[in-house]
């Protein structure tokens, strides 16, 4: 049986940066959503964006069509289904689709789709990309990895939340794709840091220095859409003493999880490393918790007493 949006009931785990606006979008566009977190702040965001607290994970998922998680790491979503305390694998219906937002390592989402499937519960990995702005906008990309068949079946509860919506392949394609990308954008950030840098610090404006380059071949996403360095480009992190944007900490994490790709593949990644070098640096110098595109500051002379 088909059912329609306002009678498709969605559990949604996980109410934080991401998350809270995604389960937002999804109230706002008719589905009965029963959200739950561990942050009463975060709970109470849910509920004056319409939708349904639940008391646990277990409460918001029992019923439930569609189970969506966005956590933090690996491990919260393993326990959350497989592993802890109440796993949600003896909770949710035979029949329901759950989908992992969460970024997460391939192996960690395959296993959790396994585990699922014994039970007949469906599974898809589906990181995204497009930052806390796309997560409130409705506009964030889908990476999924899992059958044909469950892509299209999640595909319109995707669609009110994202809108480029990619099948990658098979469990765990999701978040491999996603590691290549965020390994990409690390490697793209520090050089375009480090060329600014070199400019300023041979007497050019980082303004004019960033147009040129825009427009001649060292074009790049970090450059065109996210410059680093304070001033160049009004919305950007930069501009806002790197706050909000993407954190540090999670790029470190990603560029982790690149890293345990390469190992289990033997591909070769020497400038991913060195990203990851940098990036590591950069957390251990206190900066976790600032936008990851203030790698800029790493490479700027310091003033006194900086
Ligand atoms: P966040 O820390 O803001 O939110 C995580 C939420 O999960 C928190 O509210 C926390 O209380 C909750 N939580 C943790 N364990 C829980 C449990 N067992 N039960 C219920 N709730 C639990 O993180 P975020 O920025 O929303 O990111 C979530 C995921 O999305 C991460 O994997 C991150 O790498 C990825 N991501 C983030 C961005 C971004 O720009 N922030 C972009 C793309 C992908």
């Known amino acids: 049986m088909t059912r329609t949006i306002t009678m498709t009931r969605i559990a949604f785990i996980g109410l934080g940066n991401m998350g809270g606006p995604m389960a ?5 566009a008719g589905f009965d959503v029963h959200a739950f977190d561990l942050s009463r702040e ?18 918001a998922a029992r019923g439930a069509d569609i ?24 909770i949710i219906e035979q029949g329901a689709l759950v989908i992992d937002s969460s970024t997460i390592d391939a192996e960690s989402a395959r296993d959790v789709a396994a585990a699922l499937e014994k039970k007949g519960i469906g599974f898809i990995d589906a990181p995204v990309s497009g930052g806390v702005g796309g ?13 044909e ?22 469990h765990g394609a999701g978040q491999v794709a996603k590691a290549c990308n965020n390994m990409m954008l690390a490697i793209l950030m520090a050089g375009t840091c480090e060329a600014i840098n070199m400019g300023v610090k041979n007497g050019l404006d980082p ?18 859409v996210y410059n680093p360095y304070p001033g160049v480009m009004e919305n950007a992190p930069a501009s806002n003493d790197y706050q909000g944007g993407f954190l540090t900490d999670l790029m470190v994490k990603d560029l982790g999880l690149a890293m345990d790709i390469s190992q289990q593949s033997a591909a070769p990644v020497p ?6 070098a940098l990036f590591t640096l950069h957390k251990a110098n206190g900066h976790g918790r600032l936008d990851f595109s203030s790698l800029m500051t790493f490479y700027r002379d310091k003033k006194d007493g900086e």
Not at 149 to 170: C, S, T, W, Y
Not at 271 to 276: D, V
């Open 24 to 28: 937002a979008n999804l109230a706002k």
């Open 42 to 59: 975060a709970l109470a965001s849910a509920k004056s964006h319409g939708c349904e607290v639940a008391a646990s994970a277990a409460d």
């Open 67 to 90: 189970v969506i998680s966005m956590l933090p790491a690996g491990q919260h979503v393993r326990s959350l289904f497989v592993d802890g305390e109440t796993p949600l694998k003896e």
């Open 135 to 147: 997560a409130q906008a409705g506009t964030l990309t889908f990476i999924v990895g899992g059958s």
């Open 149 to 170: 068949e469950q892509f299209n079946r999640a595909r319109p509860v995707l669609d009110v939340m994202g809108k480029n919506i990619f099948h990658a392949g098979e």
């Open 207 to 224: 303004a004019v220095l960033s147009e040129i380059m825009k427009q001649s071949s060292g074009g790049n996403w970090a450059l065109n």
């Open 271 to 276: 400038m991913g490393s060195a990203a990851r």
